[in-house]
């Protein structure tokens, strides 16, 4: 990763890190790029959860229920969305690393009174050390079990829109670890792309070479 950084900057491209992962903020991602330093710029990330909250201002959605571990209900509380049990505008499922049946059992109740709810992604699971460990899908999938209601709106790749930021499709390339996510949101884009075998799809072999 750090000779790859150091090549683009060399080369004077532009550089974008999309993730999905919204339970960490900018300043995590600064840190990881400072340990290969690599400087990166902040209008240069885009996370899962700024989509979600440039879309919750955009439409004066100022209050929600989530799941979501403290630093997302932070980041939330900085935007000046509160976090509502009782009535909130909007349910909104992310990463939660810190989920309880409580939290679970009133998500669904208030998705039951009719609230509509929408994900910052739909990640099945997570690609740890360990293995795969839950994500946000997975929980999305135990909801749409129990309610029988699918999110509104899913944000995070494949469902991101970069066309008000990348220009030129004809010289951008996707770099990612995620068939159903990376590869799919070039594909959404008419952007090349290229999978690298280290993360999700680490164990699989792609014979199409298209």
């Known amino acids: 990763a ?13 550089v974008y890190f999309l993730s999905n992962n919204s339970s960490l903020t900018f300043e995590n991602f600064r840190k990881m790029f400072k340990k290969v330093k690599f400087k990166i710029k902040r209008k240069n990330v885009i996370l899962s959860s700024d989509l979600l909250i440039r879309y919750l201002k955009k439409n004066n959605i100022r209050s929600i229920y989530t799941s979501g571990n403290h630093g997302f209900i932070k980041l939330l509380k900085k935007n000046k969305i509160k976090i509502d049990e009782i009535n909130p505008q909007k349910i909104v499922i992310s990463y939660d690393n810190q989920i309880t049946y409580k939290k679970l059992k009133k998500l669904c109740e208030l998705i039951n009174k009719g609230i509509d709810f929408i994900a910052t992604h739909d990640d099945q699971f997570y690609p740890s050390k360990n293995g795969p460990i839950p994500d946000a899908g997975s929980i999305i999938k135990l909801i ?3 309610t029988g209601v699918r999110p509104k709106k899913i944000f995070g790749k494949p469902n991101i829109d970069l066309s008000y930021i ?7 390339i996707v770099i990612g670890d995620r068939i159903s ?6 594909n959404n884009s008419n952007y090349d792309s290229a999978l690298v075998l280290s993360g999700a799809e680490k164990d699989i072999r792609v014979k199409d070479k298209r």
């Open 144 to 146: 749409e079990h129990t």
């Open 166 to 172: 990348i220009k030129d499709r004809k010289k951008t």
């Open 181 to 186: 996510k990376d590869i799919q949101f070039a």
């Open 2 to 14: 750090k000779s790859f950084l150091n090549l683009i900057k060399k080369m004077n491209k532009n």
